[in-house]
Every structure is written in structure tokens, then in C-alpha cells.
């Protein structure tokens, strides 16, 4: 589902919590116009500012529906990609009127979340680290099929994250020992392993892989 246009309202039946005043207030409405205004043209300064500034509409929406750090930071990503996505439709005019548009976003991108994690029916970063199999074990048809289109998955990643991918997601390598083998921080595998998911997440084949792997466990033997 797409999230709705600038300022529209969701027609989900669970609406959003009204913004709490300090949410807005300290905010000169002329600044935004120009920041709104500045961010219509591409400038990233502008972009910049509105998260540092509203980040925390954002983050106060996401986080009275998501507990996961994983979910709160793919949400918020998707909710600020949206905006400058979008901002060619963004009316510096009304700029009283983008702390609420934001939450909606916000919101609605929290839906879409949960909508897919329920189509889904399992958690990426948990699932597909548990399809690698040990020497004693014989692998399943399932197993096959995911671990191929993993490999024309992993074909198509820039160098660095196709390390990383398989160190972590196929190997099953924890953060300090694929840090120390390509040479990078804690926190940039874990920014890894979030762009990693979302891409795999957009990858129909692997997902669908992924799927049918995941529905045959539910079945069991």
C-alpha cells in the first residue's frame, strides 16, 4: 500500500495519536516555509534540518507501535525516503501543516510495516540464518532453491556487503567476528545488516524462496 499523498489523512481505523504541543512549538513557521521551500529544489542541507528538527514526530510515532530497534529504524528510514521522494509536493504555504502530514506518513508507514510482517509470516534476519545447514545434515530441496537465489542475489551486491552478507546471514558470523575479517565497526554491521534486509526484503525471488522454506518447517516432516 502506498503511503498517503502530503497532508491527506490514512483511512486505516487506527488512527494516529494527536501530536503533543512540544512537538510544534518552538518552530518559527517562516523557517520552515524556507526549509520546505529550499527541500522542493533537492537541497540536502534543507533535508538535513527537517530530520534533525522533526526527527523526533518520527520517532515518537514509530515507537508507540514497533519495540524492535530493527523495525523503529526501518520505518523511520522509509518515512524520511518518502518525504524527499516526494517533495516536489510538499507546499511551503502550509507549512503549519507538515508536523501532521509527518505523522501520518509516520503512521502509515507503521501500518505497511505490520502488514507485511503478517504476509511475511517470519522475520528475515531470523529466518534466513537458520537455512544454513551443518556437514551432518542433508540439505533440503527448499534449502537448495534459497541458497541459489541467494548466490544471483548476492551477485548483484557491491563487494563489501556481499562479504558481509555471507559472513553474517550464510556463515552465521557474529558482528565482532565479520568485523574483524573485513575490517569495520560494530555499528557499521549493524548498518549493513539493516540495508542488507531491506534489500532482501524488495527481492521477490528470494523472498518467495524464503517463503516456502519457512512453510514447510510449519508443516514439519
Not at 513557521?29 to 522533526?54: H, N, V
Not at 540495508?195 to 521477490?204: E, S
Request: charged share 30%; glycine share 6%; with cysteine.
Amino acid at each position: 500500500m502506498a503511503a498517503p499523498g502530503p497532508f491527506e489523512r490514512p483511512d486505516d481505523d487506527d488512527e494516529p495519536l494527536p501530536l503533543d504541543e512540544g512537538d510544534v512549538a518552538g518552530k518559527p513557521p517562516d523557517e520552515l516555509a524556507a526549509r520546505l521551500e529550499a527541500l522542493r529544489s533537492g537541497d540536502k542541507d534543507a533535508f538535513l534540518w527537517l530530520m534533525e528538527t522533526y526527527g523526533h514526530v518520527v520517532r515518537g510515532v514509530v515507537a508507540r507501535r514497533f519495540q524492535g530497534p530493527f523495525d523503529r529504524e526501518e520505518v523511520e528510514q522509509e518515512v524520511w525516503v518518502h518525504i524527499f521522494q516526494h517533495r516536489h509536493l510538499v507546499d511551503p504555504a502550509r507549512a503549519a501543516s507538515f508536523p501532521g502530514w509527518l505523522s501520518t506518513v509516520s503512521f502509515r508507514k507503521c501500518v505497511d510495516l505490520r502488514r507485511r510482517r503478517r504476509e511475511e509470516g517470519f522475520t528475515f534476519t531470523q529466518d534466513f540464518s537458520q537455512v544454513v545447514q551443518s556437514p551432518e545434515q542433508e540439505p533440503t530441496t527448499q534449502n537448495r532453491e534459497l541458497l541459489q537465489v541467494a548466490a544471483e542475489f548476492m551477485r548483484r551486491l557491491p563487494q563489501q556487503q556481499r562479504e558481509f552478507f555471507e559472513m553474517h546471514f550464510l556463515q552465521g558470523l557474529d558482528y565482532a567476528e565479520v568485523g574483524q575479517r573485513l575490517g569495520i565497526g560494530k555499528l557499521r554491521c549493524k548498518y549493513l545488516k539493516r540495508v542488507l534486509a531491506m534489500r532482501a526484503r524488495r527481492n521477490r525471488p528470494l523472498m518467495e524462496a524464503l517463503g516456502r522454506l519457512a512453510s514447510t518447517r510449519k508443516e514439519g516432516p
